[in-house]
């Protein structure tokens, strides 16, 4: 498994980016994927996750409602389409991958890629 997450940037306060997560060696379409997020000052937090099909998907209560994740095995990419954002949604976005096909906040996730910034700022 090797993932790269890109798709940051700056947006202003009620803006829309969806950060994409590619597993380059097409491995990961068999197991859960999750976005986490780092703020600076902060700890890593858990965002949103995935099942290995789609199917079953699970979000943090602070994006719930604003933030989508989505998966494209054929492509070995996860989606994360986030709208409204707000400034406290300013962080380093992770996607990561583990050995399980359901994932959840507390699961390992044993591979992860390399962070993509998001600012939102006015």
């Known amino acids: 498994v090797q993932l790269q997450a890109s798709g940051g940037g700056m947006v202003q306060p009620g803006g829309s980016l969806k950060l994409s997560c590619v597993d380059s060696?097409?491995?990961?379409?068999?197991?859960?994927v999750a976005w986490f997020r780092r703020a600076p000052g902060k700890e890593r937090e858990f965002v949103a996750v995935?099942?290995?099909?789609?199917?079953?998907?699970s979000y943090d209560d602070s994006v719930r409602g604003r933030f989508t994740i989505a998966r494209d095995n054929a492509k070995s990419t996860v989606y994360l389409q986030m709208n409204s954002l707000k400034p406290e949604d300013t962080a380093v976005y992770y996607c990561?991958?583990?050995?399980?096909?359901?994932?959840?906040?507390?699961?390992?996730?044993?591979?992860w890629g390399r962070g993509t910034q998001v600012t939102v700022s006015s």
């Open positions: 995935i099942s290995w099909n789609g199917g079953s998907t």
């Open positions: 990561a991958t583990g050995r399980s096909s359901f994932g959840g906040r507390n699961t390992p996730y044993n591979y």
């Open positions: 060696r097409r491995t990961f379409t068999n197991n859960a």
